[in-house]
């Protein structure tokens, strides 16, 4: 054991406004990984997220990004009228770090055993990283797990339900900036071609846009030629003239610099924490770009959890719901409007008054 490890910077977690109610960080015993469960809130039910298995430059990055994924699961569930907490889990791997199945078997039952001591206070799933045969390992450590293979009586991936919830998101923010949901035509920039990005893309060609795509991995610019959308590199993604900037990739991307040198009319995508800074929200609107919030866009996937869970579950009615996200999208947009509010601030305010009336 190295007594000696030099301390890593503090200022990532020091930046994040600690609201949780519980925090575990441990390391698995099988695994030697450090895991973190975040349990943000309970108060509307027990805290549902997703495990995120994802390379950081030290632990207290890993734990900041739980630590800010998991409040924005609150903030999620709340706004899409679900009766569940928020909370989320990272294992966290070094830089360079790549796991093999062996390695990665441990990881999961580790994280089986993290999900397991906080008493039923966080229900996780798959996320980035994951996978639902891989939550079948953690299944066999803990019951408080859901988004199992289909092949073993489970509902299967939510990836489909939050493609779908994007879609309906779009054809929101569509019709707030041109009247019209007509997606025929319309120029759309997408970064990050992964499990939602990549269905989101093929609806979209489907239907008749004209595609921008980029992504980490170069293998992914295969789906680019089937789909007939122009290749670019991600860094200069962003500053693509196109009607929509569609970010489907990991949090961040839009810091001040980004934000400066966006040249769409609107942003909505799947990515989780988009925003680098929550000022971001201000500078959107004083550059007259119409944000779609985040965890309201992305919202399907754990509509589709949720409501697949249960006993009597109707996929015509989990359809219904996840389409009425684009309905949710769209009030946001007109109490902004109407109030002179950023997008932001409106949607907070929506998940706020379920989250108070539950008190």
Do not use: K, N, R, W
């Given at each position: 054991m190295n007594l000696t490890q030099p301390a890593p910077s503090l200022d990532a977690l020091a930046a994040i406004p600690f609201t949780h109610e519980k925090v575990l960080i441990t390391t698995g015993a099988r695994s030697g990984l450090m895991i973190t469960v975040a349990v943000h809130s309970t108060r509307l039910g027990q805290a549902l997220g997703g495990a995120r298995v994802w390379q950081y430059a030290t632990w207290t990055d890993a734990v900041a990004d739980a630590l800010r994924l998991s409040a924005a699961m609150t903030l999620k569930n709340a706004a899409a009228g679900l009766n569940l907490g928020g909370g989320k889990s990272v294992v966290y791997l070094p830089l360079g770090t790549v796991l093999s199945d062996d390695e990665k078997r441990d990881a999961m039952l580790d994280l089986g055993d993290a999900v397991e001591s906080v008493n039923g206070a966080y229900m996780t799933a798959e996320d980035v990283g994951t996978s639902a045969e891989l939550m079948a390992i953690v299944a066999e450590r803990t019951a408080h797990v859901c988004g199992l293979p289909t092949a073993t009586g489970g509902v299967g991936e939510p990836a489909d339900a939050t493609a779908a919830g994007v879609y309906a998101s779009i054809l929101a923010t569509l019709e707030a900036l041109f009247g019209s949901r007509e997606v025929t035509g319309r120029h759309l920039v997408i970064s990050g071609l992964g499990q939602v990005g990549g269905r989101l893309a093929r609806a979209l060609a489907a239907a008749g846009a004209t595609l921008t795509v980029t992504d980490i991995n170069p293998d992914k610019r295969e789906l680019a030629d089937e789909l007939g959308a122009d290749w670019v590199p991600v860094a200069g993604a962003h500053r693509i003239q196109a009607d929509l900037f569609v970010p489907c990739g990991l949090g961040g991307v839009l810091d001040a610099t980004v934000i400066g040198e966006l040249n769409v009319l609107g942003v909505c995508g799947a990515a989780n924490n988009q925003l680098a800074e929550v000022a971001g929200a201000a500078e959107l609107d004083a550059r007259g770009i119409l944000w779609a919030p985040d965890f309201v866009v992305n919202a399907g996937g754990v509509v589709?959890?949720?409501?697949?869970?249960?006993?009597?579950?109707?996929?015509?009615?989990?359809?219904?719901r996840v389409?009425?996200?684009?309905?949710?999208?769209?009030?946001?947009?007109?109490?902004?409007?109407?109030?002179?509010?950023?997008?932001?601030?409106?949607?907070?305010r929506l998940a706020a008054a379920r989250l108070d009336a539950a008190a």
């Open positions: 589709f959890l949720a409501m697949a869970s249960e006993p009597d579950a109707d996929a015509a009615a989990i359809a219904t389409a009425a996200i684009g309905d949710v999208l769209g009030q946001i947009f007109t109490d902004a409007h109407t109030e002179g509010i950023t997008t932001l601030a409106a949607a907070e």
